[in-house]
Structures are given as structure tokens and as C-alpha cells.
């Protein structure tokens, strides 16, 4: 069985249609996005229809996901991303938007005797997302995911992506999908199960990042006048 894992989509139309090429090729069972589908980027209603769509998929809501569902009047008016989250809003459907109302904050199954979670990231008491700590350490990664008990614990919001196994459990983060974290590449992962082993793997794909860029780059001149 084999499983691909996206996270941090972030509306990147281009560089997650070369990653659904890629899938194709690799012809995973599932696939497992671990949120913020939408935010940042310019096609996220492009995004969303492809996602919600797609056969034998599993999503979790991340924090932008959020923001394109909710009143965004008690932001700060000083916010730097407040008219992109309005412009966003706009120019989501709203069956889009009832999907990614609809997605849960976390999804658990189990894959030839392995338990899994996937979550954008966990949360606190107050039931929001923990402040971010960037590439944590083993001892990090403990406290940030205390209580997930799974053998396998898939998440995203640290772009950078960090990939543990800490005792018998691993914590996979393969970094984000569409944030132009390498030059003209983007990346996924995919889970491997056989005979009762398990493997992973970071998959890169070039793609065409600048038209990505072009066209949000379009968006920001309008909204923000630059």
C-alpha cells in the first residue's frame, strides 16, 4: 500500500497540478493533505475544485482554510494580509467554501496495522493552533504532539518540512507544496507499507513556480497598489 501526503497547498495551482501528475505515475491508494488549502496564493477556487474532487482523499483544515470561511471583521485593520484573506473570500465559490468549512481538524485511520493521524498542526486548550516552532527538535516535536498516541502523525504549517521518528513513532512534516520553498520545485510525500514494514519518502517535482508568481504577484499590484 502506498499513501501521498500534501500539506501547505496554499493556492499554488501549477505546482500541485505537477504533484497530482506525479501521483499518477506513482498511483497511490490515498492521498492525505494536512491542510491550508487556500491563503497566500492566486487560484484558490481553482484549488479547491481539484482537491474536492479528487477519489480516496483525506483533508484536514488548516489555518488559513480557516480564514477563507470566517468573519474576518474582528482582524486588525494594521494586518498586512487582511485584503488578500477579503479578496480570497470573494473570489471563493460558495460550494468551496462549505468544503473547507466542512473539513475536519484532524483524521485518524489505520493502514496494515499502523495507526495514523493527520492534523495541520496541534492545539492548545484553547482549541487553536500552537504557536509555531520552527524545524522543532526531538524534544520539541514531543511536547508540541503530546496525547497523539498513533505510530504515525502527518502535519504541515512549518513550511520547512522535518521529518522524525522519535521511539516508535514518526512525525512527518514533507514541508509545503506551495510556498516557493526550493527555486522552480515543489514537493510531497508518500508512505510506504509492505509486509509489515513501513518507509517514506520526499518526493521532488519541478514545476512552472514563476507563473505561480506571475500571477499572484498580478493580484498583490491591485489589492495593495504596489
Same mark, same amino acid.
Given at each position: 500500500m502506498k499513501i501521498g501526503v500534501i500539506t501547505d497547498i496554499h493556492?499554488?495551482?501549477?505546482?500541485?497540478?505537477?504533484?497530482l501528475s506525479e501521483m499518477d505515475n506513482?498511483?497511490?491508494?490515498?492521498?492525505?493533505?494536512?491542510?491550508?488549502?487556500?491563503?497566500?496564493?492566486?487560484?484558490?477556487?481553482?484549488?479547491?475544485?481539484?482537491?474536492?474532487?479528487?477519489?480516496?482523499?483525506?483533508?484536514?483544515? =488548516?489555518?488559513?482554510?480557516?480564514?477563507?470561511?470566517?468573519?474576518?471583521?474582528? %482582524? *486588525?485593520? $494594521?494586518?498586512?494580509?487582511?485584503? /488578500?484573506?477579503?479578496?480570497?473570500?470573494?473570489?471563493?465559490? =460558495?460550494?468551496s467554501k462549505k468544503y473547507l468549512a466542512g473539513l475536519p481538524?484532524? %483524521? *485518524?485511520? $489505520?493502514?496494515?496495522?499502523?495507526? /495514523?493521524?493527520?492534523?495541520?498542526?496541534?492545539?492548545?486548550?484553547?482549541?487553536?493552533?500552537?504557536?509555531?516552532?520552527y524545524l522543532p527538535n526531538d524534544e520539541q516535536t514531543k511536547e508540541l504532539f503530546k496525547g497523539y498516541s498513533e505510530d504515525i502523525i502527518l502535519f504541515g504549517h512549518e513550511h520547512s518540512g522535518s521529518l522524525q521518528k522519535?521511539?516508535?513513532?514518526?512525525?512527518?512534516?514533507?514541508?509545503?507544496?506551495?510556498?516557493?520553498?526550493?527555486?522552480?520545485?515543489t514537493r510531497f510525500g508518500i508512505l510506504y507499507f509492505e509486509n509489515g514494514n513501513f518507509d517514506y519518502e520526499l518526493k521532488k517535482v519541478p514545476y512552472d513556480e514563476g507563473k505561480a508568481k506571475k500571477s499572484l504577484e498580478t493580484i498583490l499590484k491591485i489589492l495593495y497598489n504596489r
Open positions: 493556492s499554488n495551482l501549477p505546482a500541485l497540478k505537477a504533484v506513482i498511483k497511490p491508494d490515498y492521498i492525505i493533505c494536512c491542510g491550508d488549502v487556500v491563503g497566500n496564493g492566486a487560484f484558490p477556487e481553482e484549488t479547491v475544485q481539484i482537491l474536492s474532487r479528487l477519489k480516496n482523499f483525506y483533508c484536514v483544515k =488548516g489555518n488559513h482554510d480557516i480564514f477563507a470561511t470566517i468573519n474576518l471583521d474582528g %482582524f *486588525s485593520q $494594521e494586518d498586512p494580509r487582511l485584503k /488578500l484573506f477579503r479578496w480570497q473570500q470573494k473570489v471563493l465559490s =460558495g460550494y481538524l484532524k %483524521f *485518524s485511520g $489505520e493502514y496494515c496495522g499502523m495507526s /495514523l493521524a493527520a492534523a495541520h498542526y496541534p492545539m492548545n486548550e484553547k482549541n487553536r493552533f500552537k504557536d509555531l516552532i522519535i521511539g516508535n513513532q514518526y512525525f512527518l512534516n514533507f514541508g509545503t507544496l506551495g510556498n516557493f520553498l526550493e527555486e522552480g520545485m
